[in-house]
């Protein structure tokens, strides 16, 4: 059987021809056997067919690939290579998958989606940035990689070859590939030329780009884009090339076609302010913009497109004037092709209007002359050889001419344009290599092909000849590296059509030719054309025309029309015309036609237009014919190329209709021939298009060998052994060096082998597992048997034991029952009697307590009876009463029930009446205080008064005396009146003066007096108003309390009522205090009356003081008494305990007032005094007695009536006493008061007692000093009342001496009794204190008892285990309780500690200073007798020098505070040592983070010395050292050391810094190290910025190490070799050729992946890096790992299959293993991997039910819908056994994603394909103190810090 026979067999699938789709699927329904002439097969809709085939029939149809290729990256790798096979790849490719790229060979193949898609982003470009091209997905950016890797590793320039039709996306594709260029070279220094290079597109979109029928952005020209770079790779310039401008669009346009973007955009921003100069209105109203009759494209703004163009004209460089410029250039060309040309009468001439508005508009704005330029428009000049001379032209040809000029004038602004952007990018240095992109026009073919066409196709054949060549090449270049024979290949070869073109007196030649001709017309050229190539095989003459003529291209046959091929390549512009434009005064213009050779499409300079004008000879450019020009730069452009290595990317148009995602065959299929993909296929199926390596082959087909084949260790020799035994023909392969080569068609036929293996051995498993599935059946039925019957047999057993167990069983209850039912009929029996003798002997007894009882009820009825009869009485004559009151109350009440309805439902105007009394009560307290002024300003006169009089009376005593003595003197002389006596009566007269004051004084202190009653009438009128006021409050709040009962609200108001209760109970308080201070005032007023005013003595002033002060105090407390009974009375006793404040507020106010009453109590005294002294002049002998007498009954009765206000005071003080005592008792004697309260009770009682006893014994000594008082001044009476009054004058005579020694006894009794009451006022103070003390203390023990009362109520309320937890509760808070006081006493006593220390320190220091200066001293001293120098004796000597110097340092070692002390010129050494010359490995042994540490200690001394210079200095130049170690070194070690130690050197500011949130941790020690001068936040704020920085700066290191590692790590190293049989197989690799090597080589495995971040976190961990901060760094790095291997995913598919899935598994298990065993994974790492791992799972779930969708959406949560339509899309099954992701499943998926986004309210953005990179997590540093002191950090001597001194 033939190789043919096995092919070609039933099932088999195959493509047949088909008119409407081009190929048909088909599958053979039954074998073909040589020499058949019919396939019979069966169409995918079911229908038979008879295939003819034979050799009068069709050749046998095209084999279809195996499900497996189906949808393969690269078009080569299919094992059947032909055209239905590429077409229906790309088909499935871009419907199915949604993939627009596919590699085909060295070639991209780009079909235009018509869409925007996000596969362009930046993430896209880092994803393919350093990929190998075979590696990822095909991409645009994967062609321009392999091109930038190949400038690199080849040092040799490179070119992207980007072409096809019109609309097939070429314009796009090559602006991709520049923004890649752009972002992955971007530029060295600050230039910004990438972006200078983007900013060119929106230029030459705008002027060189249009819309056509087939694309509403084509490019009208070709370019050629030379991107340079430098020795370092980075973009420095570039160079634009154009060709072929289609200058006839400027004039003419097609049907639904439209005119160069540029002028529309002008048409539609006319009406701004800097373009209305230009005189543009819409394009409608132009000729050359209104040719197509669409003016507009939907879905773009000419408006905003002009205001981008207008930009990147500024980034270029190009000005606003220049630009102007530009602008009215091109609207001179719209008003150009609006001038209005009149054809004379004649037909030869022709003329235009002087009145025309255009040509006006068009002269302006180009700074033309007018007239010249209207008459040139009409004429021309002819030139011979002896005479020149004008002509006229007709209207067609003057409108020729004007298009003409048109055109040029467009062509040369468009190369002006390019020069100048050549300009803006050329490189400012030298160009060592550069990328080429060429966007060039495909092949083109319409019904009516002209010249453009023309010029275009005949470029393509060029393009095409050097792909075919290149191809071509590649091809041999590797069969000779991998050293197989190989035979020429037979491609096509298009050099017969190119000579056709451009060969000697080809079709330009001959063009040329007859375009110099005078005569020419385009019918001539056509026979020339007959006649010349009729014979050449790529030539034909159509049938029907003789104007027209056909070339057969490589693509297809195209008919071209001679007409207009003279005229378009002569490109005719008059010199005329042209000379105008030269004599431009706009500059621009003259610029453009000043030097024409400068401006040809070929250069790429920028010329300016020269200072002054030179002789030239006559210009030719212009001359040239278009032909020759384009052919002349077509060479140019394929040198280039040439010299370059191509990358070619071919755009595929799917559709005419512009519709996104669909495909049509038909076109597709025309572009494919046209642009050369099939001639690729081609060139690849004739030699070995599929090529494995050897380690794949034996991976894939090792079902294939034998046994003994697999062992062996060489495996090229098992491969080829496989392949002889399997392939009989042994041209179908050859073996490489490194590759098998396969034929077309031989890997499907290894395929096919590998499934028939498969399926063998499948039905041998199946076989195999259906029999031991039936033997395992019947072994568990046989064992299944055996355990019944055993069951069975034991349960028969266990039955009958069971019934003689019963049996026995029932005769032992029997015997057992019968005995029971006797004895229990036994004991009922004996109850029964027991019970009626007990009952009957109860019912006697009750009988006999009946009898009684009865007698006594009796008695008690009748008393009751009797007491209710007169009670009943009594209640009917007090209701009665209670009625009429009530009705008369009730009247009075509606009377004022309208008026008080408002504010009876409100307690604002309850408050507000409240408010009122307070402010009268604040207004009468006011009052009061002002006339307690005034009576204290009238004392105080009064006292001036007393003292005036007190001198004068003591003056007239003295006068008294001496008139006595004159007296006496003269009785014993015997003589008469004297001159004493007249001075006598001068006294008495005095004195009547002085007793008339004293009426004065006693008539205003009676006037003062009517005033105060009067106001204490006020006062009482008042107290009543207040007092009914507060009855009708009351009756008020009871009526709405009963009302408000049913409100909902009642709670409130009656909190509300009864706060204003309490405030009028308060304000009742402070009227009875005013009242009961006006009463005393009163009595006080009352007994002056009996006070004398001529006895009293400073002794006497001291008794009513002294009384005043106990009365006070006795009062005040017997008032606070009486108002804390009454509050009781009123609020209850537990109400009264919670307002004891208010009660001592009150207590202390009632103070205050009394004493102020004391001292008007002293004004009074002190003027009363004032006027006894004044009548003590007036009255004789006779006066003095009666005075003393009454003197003394007045004092017996204030005295009296003093101690019965005392002892009435006294009384109520001890009801007060008693109150409080009783209360306390009942508090004290309550059962659930606790024993402390019982205590504080006891120790209050004794207290009290005390003061008691004290007072008591007071009070006997004042009764005892009273009454001897009391006989002293009875028996001074006495004997006043045995003298006679004839003996007055004896008497008065006597007086003196009399008077004197009664005083002196008075006052020594008033002495005794001062100081008597100075004991008792200092006692009672003593007791009012020590009693306030008291009642504070109650008031405590109180609030303790009530709320141990609170919580014991509480605690009874809750279960045993609430009960428990409330009780620890408790227990906890009263231990915080304490733990604070604590804390707060060992603050206080820490503080006094530091303070205390810090002065022994410096007392320390001055010590070791003196004993340092003393130590010198006592050194110079033994130098100087020894004879020798100090300096010697300190290095020579080594006695009690050295003895005392090593004693001097362990003073200071001991005394170590953890402080570095350093001179500031070595402030530099420390930072070198520490810093700059650090190496992280000599520290390995020591303290982590050490450089932080010293250099804090070092800032600690400068700030204990404080010197902020020091501080400062030292701070600023670390953060500097820090920088620049950085800086150089940019390793992970030595970054991650300088992050630990900057951390922790904040966070020893912070824990130092003596704020008290950053030591809560701190020891003592470490409080005691705290900074005691400056205030570092600024310098933290700096630190931690630093830390910041370089925190990114060790991710990115961390990330640049990691990144080569992640993608073989993760996705190609295969962790679990079990999966290595199943790995597909590695179909060709795209770099291996340009390489060098035959695979991908050895790659990065997971293991060495997981020992660098070991490493990384080793390294952390050692130089003491917080966990906190390294557990980020590990989070910032997985999520690296995660958005790298993902984005892998989404942009390969090869990786997207089952095994990839297990592994991806593993391997993220395998991480999270490690995040566990090193204690990360609290960290959050391991989250970060999720979107990884679902991707993985998603990879391994059935995909093929509805529930399976459900189990999707509900499984992928961290993967968006993109993502995971994307992932879907991309799985590829390994094997036939497999089967595809349906795109129905698909589409399922997407809807349920959707449906959820829906629900969910997310965002309507759409989300990116990738993962973002470069995204951080935010980072916190948080505060982490150290528990090492600064005390015990060790400085090891290697360091070289032999300068620092510890202090």
Same mark, same amino acid.
């Given at each position: 059987?033939?190789?043919?026979?096995?092919?070609?067999?039933?099932?088999?699938?195959?493509?047949?021809?088909?008119?409407?789709?081009?190929?048909?699927?088909?599958?053979?329904?039954?074998?073909?056997?040589?020499?058949?002439?019919?396939?019979?097969?069966?169409?995918?809709?079911?229908?038979?067919?008879?295939?003819?085939?034979?050799?009068?029939?069709?050749?046998?149809?095209?084999?279809?690939?195996?499900?497996?290729?189906?949808?393969?990256?690269?078009?080569?790798?299919?094992?059947?290579?032909?055209?239905?096979?590429?077409?229906?790849?790309?088909?499935?490719?871009?419907?199915?998958?949604?993939?627009?790229?596919?590699?085909?060979?060295?070639?991209?193949?780009?079909?235009?989606?018509?869409?925007?898609?996000?596969?362009?982003?930046?993430?896209?470009?880092?994803?393919?940035?350093?990929?190998?091209?075979?590696?990822?997905?095909?991409?645009?950016?994967?062609?321009?990689?392999?091109?930038?890797?190949?400038?690199?590793?080849?040092?040799?320039?490179?070119?992207?070859?980007?072409?096809?039709?019109?609309?097939?996306?070429?314009?796009?594709?090559?602006?991709?590939?520049?923004?890649?260029?752009?972002?992955?070279?971007?530029?060295?220094?600050?230039?910004?030329?990438?972006?200078?290079?983007?900013?060119?597109?929106?230029?030459?979109?705008?002027?060189?780009?249009?819309?056509?029928?087939?694309?509403?952005?084509?490019?009208?020209?070709?370019?050629?884009?030379?991107?340079?770079?430098?020795?370092?790779?980075?973009?420095?310039?570039?160079?634009?090339?154009?060709?072929?401008?289609?200058?006839?669009?400027?004039?003419?346009?097609?049907?639904?076609?439209?005119?160069?973007?540029?002028?529309?955009?002008?048409?539609?921003?006319?009406?701004?302010?800097?373009?209305?100069?230009?005189?543009?209105?819409?394009?409608?109203?132009?000729?050359?913009?209104?040719?197509?009759?669409?003016?507009?494209?939907?879905?773009?703004?000419?408006?905003?497109?002009?205001?981008?163009?207008?930009?990147?004209?500024?980034?270029?460089?190009?000005?606003?004037?220049?630009?102007?410029?530009?602008?009215?250039?091109?609207?001179?060309?719209?008003?150009?092709?609006?001038?209005?040309?009149?054809?004379?009468?004649?037909?030869?001439?022709?003329?235009?209007?002087?009145?025309?508005?255009?040509?006006?508009?068009?002269?302006?704005?180009?700074?033309?002359?007018?007239?010249?330029?209207?008459?040139?428009?009409?004429?021309?000049?002819?030139?011979?050889?002896?005479?020149?001379?004008?002509?006229?032209?007709?209207?067609?040809?003057?409108?020729?001419?004007?298009?003409?000029?048109?055109?040029?004038?467009?062509?040369?602004?468009?190369?002006?344009?390019?020069?100048?952007?050549?300009?803006?990018?050329?490189?400012?240095?030298?160009?060592?290599?550069?990328?080429?992109?060429?966007?060039?026009?495909?092949?083109?073919?319409?019904?009516?092909?002209?010249?453009?066409?023309?010029?275009?196709?005949?470029?393509?054949?060029?393009?095409?000849?050097?792909?075919?060549?290149?191809?071509?090449?590649?091809?041999?270049?590797?069969?000779?590296?991998?050293?197989?024979?190989?035979?020429?290949?037979?491609?096509?070869?298009?050099?017969?059509?190119?000579?056709?073109?451009?060969?000697?007196?080809?079709?330009?030649?001959?063009?040329?030719?007859?375009?110099?001709?005078?005569?020419?017309?385009?019918?001539?050229?056509?026979?020339?054309?007959?006649?010349?190539?009729?014979?050449?095989?790529?030539?034909?003459?159509?049938?029907?025309?003789?104007?027209?003529?056909?070339?057969?291209?490589?693509?297809?046959?195209?008919?071209?029309?001679?007409?207009?091929?003279?005229?378009?390549?002569?490109?005719?512009?008059?010199?005329?015309?042209?000379?105008?434009?030269?004599?431009?005064?706009?500059?621009?213009?003259?610029?453009?036609?000043?030097?024409?050779?400068?401006?040809?499409?070929?250069?790429?300079?920028?010329?300016?237009?020269?200072?002054?004008?030179?002789?030239?000879?006559?210009?030719?450019?212009?001359?040239?014919?278009?032909?020759?020009?384009?052919?002349?730069?077509?060479?140019?452009?394929?040198?280039?190329?040439?010299?370059?290595?191509?990358?070619?990317?071919?755009?595929?148009?799917?559709?005419?209709?512009?519709?996104?995602?669909?495909?049509?065959?038909?076109?597709?299929?025309?572009?494919?021939?046209?642009?050369?993909?099939?001639?690729?296929?081609?060139?690849?199926?004739?030699?070995?298009?599929?090529?494995?390596?050897?380690?794949?082959?034996?991976?894939?087909?090792?079902?294939?060998?034998?046994?003994?084949?697999?062992?062996?260790?060489?495996?090229?020799?098992?491969?080829?052994?496989?392949?002889?035994?399997?392939?009989?023909?042994?041209?179908?392969?050859?073996?490489?060096?490194?590759?098998?080569?396969?034929?077309?068609?031989?890997?499907?036929?290894?395929?096919?082998?590998?499934?028939?293996?498969?399926?063998?051995?499948?039905?041998?498993?199946?076989?195999?597992?259906?029999?031991?599935?039936?033997?395992?059946?019947?072994?568990?039925?046989?064992?299944?048997?055996?355990?019944?019957?055993?069951?069975?047999?034991?349960?028969?057993?266990?039955?009958?034991?069971? =019934?003689? $167990?019963?049996? +026995? !069983?029932? #005769? /032992?209850? &029997?015997?057992? @029952? *019968?005995?029971? %039912?006797?004895?229990?009929?036994?004991?009922?029996?004996?109850?029964?009697?027991?019970?009626?003798?007990?009952?009957?002997?109860?019912?006697?007894?009750?009988?006999?307590?009946?009898?009684?009882?009865?007698?006594?009820?009796?008695?008690?009825?009748?008393?009751?009876?009797?007491?209710?009869?007169?009670?009943?009485? =009594?209640? $009917?004559?007090? +209701? !009665?009463? #209670? /009625?009429? &009151?009530?009705? @008369? *109350?009730?009247? %009075?009440?509606?009377?004022?029930?309208?008026?008080?309805?408002?504010?009876?439902?409100?307690?604002?105007?309850?408050?507000?009446?409240?408010?009122?009394?307070?402010?009268?009560?604040?207004?009468?307290?006011?009052?009061?205080?002002?006339?307690?002024?005034?009576?204290?300003?009238?004392?105080?006169?009064?006292?001036?008064?007393?003292?005036?009089?007190?001198?004068?009376?003591?003056?007239?005593?003295?006068?008294?005396?001496?008139?006595?003595?004159?007296?006496?003197?003269?009785?014993?002389?015997?003589?008469?009146?004297?001159?004493?006596?007249?001075?006598?009566?001068?006294?008495?007269?005095?004195?009547?003066?002085?007793?008339?004051?004293?009426?004065?004084?006693?008539?205003?202190?009676?006037?003062?007096?009517?005033?105060?009653?009067?106001?204490?009438?006020?006062?009482?009128?008042?107290?009543?108003?207040?007092?009914?006021?507060?009855?009708?409050?009351?009756?008020?709040?009871?009526?709405?309390?009963?009302?408000?009962?049913?409100?909902?609200?009642?709670?409130?108001?009656?909190?509300?009522?009864?706060?204003?209760?309490?405030?009028?109970?308060?304000?009742?308080?402070?009227?009875?205090?005013?009242?009961?201070?006006?009463?005393?005032?009163?009595?006080?007023?009352?007994?002056?009356?009996?006070?004398?005013?001529?006895?009293?003595?400073?002794?006497?002033?001291?008794?009513?003081?002294?009384?005043?002060?106990?009365?006070?105090?006795?009062?005040?407390?017997?008032?606070?008494?009486?108002?804390?009974?009454?509050?009781?009375?009123?609020?209850?006793?537990?109400?009264?305990?919670?307002?004891?404040?208010?009660?001592?507020?009150?207590?202390?106010?009632?103070?205050?007032?009394?004493?102020?009453?004391?001292?008007?109590?002293?004004?009074?005294?002190?003027?009363?005094?004032?006027?006894?002294?004044?009548?003590?002049?007036?009255?004789?002998?006779?006066?003095?007695?009666?005075?003393?007498?009454?003197?003394?009954?007045?004092?017996?009765?204030?005295?009296?009536?003093?101690?019965?206000?005392?002892?009435?005071?006294?009384?109520?003080?001890?009801?007060?006493?008693?109150?409080?005592?009783?209360?306390?008792?009942?508090?004290?004697?309550?059962?659930?008061?606790?024993?402390?309260?019982?205590?504080?009770?006891?120790?209050?009682?004794?207290?009290?007692?005390?003061?008691?006893?004290?007072?008591?014994?007071?009070?006997?000594?004042?009764?005892?000093?009273?009454?001897?008082?009391?006989?002293?001044?009875?028996?001074?009476?006495?004997?006043?009342?045995?003298?006679?009054?004839?003996?007055?004058?004896?008497?008065?005579?006597?007086?003196?001496?009399?008077?004197?020694?009664?005083?002196?006894?008075?006052?020594?009794?008033?002495?005794?009794?001062?100081?008597?009451?100075?004991?008792?006022?200092?006692?009672?103070?003593?007791?009012?204190?020590?009693?306030?003390?008291?009642?504070?203390?109650?008031?405590?023990?109180?609030?303790?008892?009530?709320?141990?009362?609170?919580?014991?109520?509480?605690?009874?309320?809750?279960?045993?285990?609430?009960?428990?937890?409330?009780?620890?509760?408790?227990?906890?808070?009263?231990?915080?309780?304490?733990?604070?006081?604590?804390?707060?006493?060992?603050?206080?006593?820490?503080?006094?500690?530091?303070?205390?220390?810090?002065?022994?320190?410096?007392?320390?220091?001055?010590?070791?200073?003196?004993?340092?200066?003393?130590?010198?001293?006592?050194?110079?001293?033994?130098?100087?007798?020894?004879?020798?120098?100090?300096?010697?004796?300190?290095?020579?000597?080594?006695?009690?020098?050295?003895?005392?110097?090593?004693?001097?340092?362990?003073?200071?070692?001991?005394?170590?505070?953890?402080?570095?002390?350093?001179?500031?010129?070595?402030?530099?050494?420390?930072?070198?040592?520490?810093?700059?010359?650090?190496?992280?490995?000599?520290?390995?042994?020591?303290?982590?983070?050490?450089?932080?540490?010293?250099?804090?200690?070092?800032?600690?001394?400068?700030?204990?010395?404080?010197?902020?210079?020091?501080?400062?200095?030292?701070?600023?130049?670390?953060?500097?050292?820090?920088?620049?170690?950085?800086?150089?070194?940019?390793?992970?070690?030595?970054?991650?050391?300088?992050?630990?130690?900057?951390?922790?050197?904040?966070?020893?500011?912070?824990?130092?810094?003596?704020?008290?949130?950053?030591?809560?941790?701190?020891?003592?020690?470490?409080?005691?190290?705290?900074?005691?001068?400056?205030?570092?936040?600024?310098?933290?704020?700096?630190?931690?910025?630093?830390?910041?920085?370089?925190?990114?700066?060790?991710?990115?290191?961390?990330?640049?190490?990691?990144?080569?590692?992640?993608?073989?790590?993760?996705?190609?190293?295969?962790?679990?070799?079990?999966?290595?049989?199943?790995?597909?197989?590695?179909?060709?690799?795209?770099?291996?050729?340009?390489?060098?090597?035959?695979?991908?080589?050895?790659?990065?495995?997971?293991?060495?992946?997981?020992?660098?971040?070991?490493?990384?976190?080793?390294?952390?961990?050692?130089?003491?890096?917080?966990?906190?901060?390294?557990?980020?760094?590990?989070?910032?790095?997985?999520?690296?790992?995660?958005?790298?291997?993902?984005?892998?995913?989404?942009?390969?598919?090869?990786?997207?299959?089952?095994?990839?899935?297990?592994?991806?598994?593993?391997?993220?298990?395998?991480?999270?293993?490690?995040?566990?065993?090193?204690?990360?994974?609290?960290?959050?790492?391991?989250?970060?991997?999720?979107?990884?791992?679902?991707?993985?799972?998603?990879?391994?779930?059935?995909?093929?039910?509805?529930?399976?969708?459900?189990?999707?959406?509900?499984?992928?949560?961290?993967?968006?819908?993109?993502?995971?339509?994307?992932?879907?899309?991309?799985?590829?099954?390994?094997?036939?056994?497999?089967?595809?992701?349906?795109?129905?499943?698909?589409?399922?998926?997407?809807?349920?994603?959707?449906?959820?986004?829906?629900?969910?309210?997310?965002?309507?953005?759409?989300?990116?394909?990738?993962?973002?990179?470069?995204?951080?997590?935010?980072?916190?540093?948080?505060?982490?103190?150290?528990?090492?002191?600064?005390?015990?950090?060790?400085?090891?001597?290697?360091?070289?810090?032999?300068?620092?001194?510890?202090?």
């Amino acid at each position: 059987m033939s190789m043919r026979d096995h092919l070609y067999t039933k099932y088999t699938r195959v493509w047949i021809p088909d008119a409407e789709n081009v190929w048909q699927a088909a599958e053979i329904d039954r074998d073909f056997r040589q020499g058949d002439s019919t396939l019979r097969l069966r169409l995918e809709d079911g229908t038979a067919l008879e295939y003819p085939v034979g050799p009068d029939g069709n050749p046998l149809p095209f084999l279809r690939n195996p499900d497996i290729l189906v949808g393969e990256n690269d078009l080569t790798a299919l094992s059947y290579l032909h055209e239905a096979a590429v077409l229906h790849n790309l088909r499935v490719r871009f419907l199915e998958s949604n993939h627009i790229y596919t590699y085909c060979g060295i070639v991209l193949v780009a079909i235009n989606p018509y869409e925007e898609l996000q596969i362009y982003g930046e993430e896209v470009i880092n994803a393919y940035s350093g990929r190998n091209m075979g590696d990822m997905d095909p991409h645009i950016f994967a062609v321009a990689e392999e091109a930038y890797k190949q400038m690199a590793r080849d040092d040799r320039n490179q070119s992207i070859i980007v072409s096809g039709e019109s609309g097939a996306g070429k314009t796009v594709s090559a602006k991709y590939a520049m923004r890649f260029f752009a972002t992955v070279g971007g530029s060295a220094n600050d230039a910004n030329v990438e972006e200078k290079v983007l900013a060119s597109n929106p230029i030459m979109e705008a002027i060189g780009n249009a819309k056509t029928t087939r694309n509403d952005n084509s490019s009208r020209f070709g370019k050629y884009i030379e991107i340079g770079f430098n020795r370092s790779y980075h973009i420095i310039g570039a160079n634009m090339r154009t060709y072929l401008l289609e200058k006839s669009r400027v004039v003419f346009q097609a049907e639904e076609e439209r005119n160069y973007h540029i002028f529309y955009q002008l048409c539609a921003a006319a009406s701004s302010p800097e373009l209305r100069d230009l005189c543009l209105t819409s394009a409608e109203d132009f000729l050359y913009t209104s040719m197509g009759e669409n003016i507009f494209i939907q879905g773009v703004s000419d408006a905003d497109d002009l205001e981008r163009t207008r930009q990147a004209f500024r980034l270029l460089g190009i000005k606003d004037g220049s630009q102007n410029a530009i602008f009215k250039v091109l609207a001179g060309i719209l008003h150009l092709g609006n001038i209005e040309i009149y054809s004379e009468k004649d037909g030869e001439s022709c003329h235009v209007s002087s009145d025309d508005v255009h040509l006006a508009h068009f002269c302006r704005l180009l700074g033309l002359e007018a007239p010249q330029m209207e008459h040139w428009l009409c004429h021309r000049k002819l030139a011979t050889a002896s005479e020149t001379y004008v002509k006229n032209m007709s209207a067609r040809q003057a409108a020729n001419a004007r298009d003409a000029l048109a055109k040029h004038i467009y062509a040369r602004l468009f190369d002006w344009i390019v020069a100048r952007i050549n300009a803006a990018l050329r490189a400012s240095s030298k160009q060592h290599y550069f990328i080429g992109v060429l966007d060039i026009y495909g092949f083109e073919t319409f019904e009516v092909n002209s010249f453009e066409q023309f010029c275009i196709n005949y470029a393509n054949e060029k393009l095409q000849q050097q792909f075919n060549s290149h191809v071509f090449k590649l091809e041999q270049e590797e069969y000779i590296k991998e050293q197989i024979p190989w035979t020429l290949i037979d491609f096509h070869d298009n050099q017969p059509c190119i000579d056709l073109i451009e060969a000697r007196l080809g079709v330009l030649d001959l063009l040329d030719e007859e375009c110099k001709v005078p005569k020419g017309t385009d019918q001539n050229w056509a026979q020339k054309l007959y006649k010349r190539h009729e014979a050449s095989p790529h030539f034909q003459k159509p049938r029907m025309s003789n104007t027209a003529f056909v070339i057969i291209h490589f693509a297809d046959k195209v008919e071209y029309e001679c007409a207009g091929f003279l005229e378009k390549n002569r490109d005719t512009v008059y010199d005329e015309q042209i000379n105008i434009l030269k004599a431009s005064q706009l500059e621009l213009v003259a610029d453009l036609f000043g030097d024409q050779d400068a401006h040809g499409p070929k250069s790429a300079k920028v010329n300016l237009r020269p200072a002054r004008s030179a002789p030239k000879p006559p210009n030719k450019e212009h001359r040239k014919t278009v032909g020759l020009q384009f052919r002349s730069s077509l060479h140019l452009l394929m040198e280039t190329l040439n010299a370059t290595t191509p990358h070619y990317v071919r755009c595929i148009k799917p559709n005419d209709d512009k519709e996104a995602f669909s495909f049509d065959s038909h076109r597709a299929v025309q572009q494919l021939r046209a642009c050369g993909v099939l001639e690729t296929i081609r060139i690849s199926a004739a030699g070995y298009p599929s090529r494995w390596t050897y380690g794949d082959f034996f991976s894939r087909y090792r079902v294939l060998m034998r046994k003994a084949d697999v062992s062996c260790p060489d495996k090229k020799l098992v491969c080829q052994r496989v392949l002889e035994t399997l392939i009989k023909d042994a041209d179908m392969f050859q073996l490489g060096k490194t590759k098998i080569f396969f034929r077309a068609g031989q890997v499907a036929y290894l395929e096919k082998l590998r499934a028939d293996k498969f399926r063998s051995a499948c039905i041998t498993i199946q076989k195999t597992a259906r029999g031991w599935l039936q033997r395992l059946r019947y072994q568990k039925i046989r064992k299944s048997v055996i355990l019944l019957q055993r069951y069975g047999r034991g349960y028969l057993a266990r039955r009958y034991a069971e =019934y003689l $167990r019963l049996t +026995r !069983a029932a #005769v /032992v209850c &029997q015997k057992n @029952y *019968r005995m029971a %039912r006797e004895r229990r009929d036994f004991l009922a029996v004996r109850r029964a009697t027991v019970t009626i003798q007990a009952f009957a002997r109860g019912m006697f007894t009750r009988r006999i307590y009946q009898e009684f009882l009865l007698h006594h009820k009796a008695l008690i009825i009748q008393s009751c009876v009797r007491g209710w009869l007169q009670r009943l009485k =009594y209640r $009917r004559m007090r +209701r !009665a009463a #209670v /009625v009429l &009151q009530c009705a @008369y *109350r009730r009247c %009075r009440a509606l009377r004022r029930f309208k008026v008080l309805k408002t504010e009876a439902r409100s307690a604002e105007g309850l408050k507000k009446l409240n408010t009122g009394m307070e402010n009268k009560i604040v207004q009468l307290q006011r009052k009061m205080d002002e006339q307690g002024k005034d009576y204290r300003e009238q004392n105080d006169q009064l006292l001036r008064a007393n003292t005036t009089l007190g001198t004068e009376l003591s003056r007239v005593q003295q006068q008294l005396q001496q008139l006595q003595q004159q007296q006496q003197a003269h009785s014993q002389r015997g003589g008469a009146d004297s001159p004493g006596q007249v001075e006598l009566e001068a006294l008495r007269t005095r004195l009547e003066e002085a007793r008339v004051l004293k009426d004065e004084t006693d008539g205003r202190h009676q006037n003062e007096k009517t005033q105060l009653i009067q106001r204490v009438a006020e006062l009482e009128e008042e107290n009543a108003l207040l007092k009914s006021e507060k009855e009708e409050l009351n009756q008020k709040l009871k009526q709405q309390s009963g009302r408000s009962s049913e409100d909902v609200g009642s709670a409130l108001l009656r909190a509300e009522m009864d706060a204003e209760r309490r405030r009028y109970q308060n304000l009742l308080k402070e009227y009875s205090r005013l009242e009961q201070r006006y009463d005393n005032l009163k009595e006080e007023v009352s007994l002056t009356k009996f006070q004398p005013g001529h006895h009293r003595n400073l002794s006497n002033q001291s008794t009513p003081e002294s009384d005043s002060n106990y009365t006070s105090i006795s009062t005040s407390e017997a008032g606070d008494a009486d108002d804390a009974l009454h509050l009781v009375e009123e609020m209850g006793v537990d109400k009264a305990a919670m307002d004891i404040g208010i009660f001592v507020k009150l207590q202390k106010r009632v103070r205050e007032l009394e004493r102020e009453r004391k001292r008007l109590q002293d004004s009074v005294d002190k003027m009363e005094e004032t006027a006894r002294n004044k009548a003590c002049e007036e009255e004789e002998a006779k006066i003095l007695k009666s005075a003393a007498a009454e003197q003394e009954a007045a004092d017996l009765a204030y005295n009296t009536l003093k101690r019965e206000e005392l002892e009435s005071e006294n009384l109520r003080l001890k009801n007060d006493l008693n109150e409080l005592r009783r209360g306390v008792s009942e508090r004290a004697a309550d059962d659930d008061a606790s024993k402390e309260l019982r205590e504080g009770y006891d120790i209050l009682m004794s207290q009290l007692k005390a003061a008691s006893e004290e007072l008591d014994a007071r009070k006997e000594e004042v009764v005892i000093l009273r009454t001897q008082l009391a006989s002293a001044t009875q028996q001074r009476a006495d004997a006043w009342d045995e003298e006679g009054a004839d003996e007055v004058d004896a008497n008065v005579a006597e007086l003196p001496s009399d008077k004197s020694q009664a005083l002196e006894v008075y006052r020594s009794v008033c002495q005794s009794n001062k100081h008597l009451e100075r004991e008792l006022q200092s006692q009672a103070s003593q007791h009012a204190e020590e009693a306030r003390e008291l009642r504070a203390e109650v008031e405590t023990l109180k609030e303790d008892v009530e709320k141990k009362q609170e919580a014991l109520n509480y605690a009874t309320s809750l279960s045993p285990e609430a009960l428990l937890e409330y009780s620890v509760q408790l227990e906890i808070t009263r231990l915080t309780d304490d733990n604070l006081d604590l804390k707060e006493s060992v603050e206080k006593l820490e503080k006094n500690e530091r303070k205390l220390k810090k002065q022994l320190k410096i007392y320390m220091k001055k010590v070791q200073e003196l004993e340092g200066n003393a130590g010198k001293a006592m050194l110079t001293a033994r130098c100087a007798n020894l004879g020798r120098s100090p300096s010697l004796a300190s290095r020579g000597g080594r006695g009690k020098a050295e003895l005392g110097r090593h004693v001097t340092l362990q003073r200071k070692e001991k005394d170590f505070e953890g402080m570095l002390e350093y001179d500031q010129e070595d402030e530099s050494l420390l930072i070198k040592t520490l810093i700059t010359d650090m190496n992280p490995n000599l520290l390995s042994g020591t303290v982590p983070c050490l450089p932080g540490y010293i250099l804090f200690m070092c800032i600690r001394h400068a700030d204990y010395v404080n010197d902020d210079r020091k501080v400062e200095s030292l701070l600023t130049a670390t953060i500097n050292a820090i920088k620049r170690a950085l800086k150089r070194n940019e390793d992970f070690e030595t970054t991650s050391f300088w992050l630990a130690n900057t951390s922790r050197l904040l966070h020893c500011l912070k824990q130092y810094s003596g704020d008290e949130a950053f030591m809560v941790q701190n020891t003592s020690k470490q409080n005691e190290h705290c900074l005691k001068n400056f205030d570092l936040a600024e310098y933290r704020q700096v630190l931690s910025d630093l830390s910041i920085q370089i925190y990114q700066q060790l991710i990115r290191v961390a990330e640049a190490t990691i990144q080569p590692m992640i993608v073989s790590a993760m996705l190609e190293s295969e962790s679990i070799p079990s999966l290595a049989g199943v790995k597909p197989a590695g179909y060709r690799d795209r770099s291996s050729s340009l390489d060098g090597d035959g695979g991908r080589g050895g790659g990065y495995t997971l293991p060495a992946l997981i020992r660098q971040l070991s490493r990384f976190h080793c390294a952390m961990r050692d130089h003491g890096l917080d966990p906190e901060i390294a557990g980020q760094v590990v989070r910032q790095l997985f999520r690296c790992v995660n958005a790298i291997t993902l984005n892998n995913i989404l942009l390969r598919k090869d990786v997207c299959s089952w095994s990839t899935g297990m592994q991806l598994r593993y391997n993220t298990s395998q991480m999270e293993e490690w995040l566990r065993a090193n204690g990360l994974y609290g960290t959050g790492a391991a989250q970060a991997l999720a979107p990884v791992i679902q991707a993985a799972q998603l990879l391994q779930v059935k995909k093929k039910s509805p529930e399976d969708a459900d189990a999707i959406c509900s499984l992928c949560t961290a993967l968006n819908p993109q993502q995971i339509v994307k992932i879907l899309n991309l799985y590829t099954p390994l094997n036939e056994f497999e089967e595809r992701v349906t795109v129905s499943f698909i589409r399922n998926i997407q809807k349920q994603l959707q449906e959820r986004g829906a629900a969910d309210g997310g965002d309507t953005a759409a989300p990116q394909l990738l993962v973002d990179t470069k995204q951080t997590f935010p980072l916190l540093f948080p505060y982490a103190p150290s528990s090492l002191g600064l005390e015990t950090v060790h400085i090891p001597a290697s360091l070289g810090l032999h300068f620092l001194v510890r202090v």
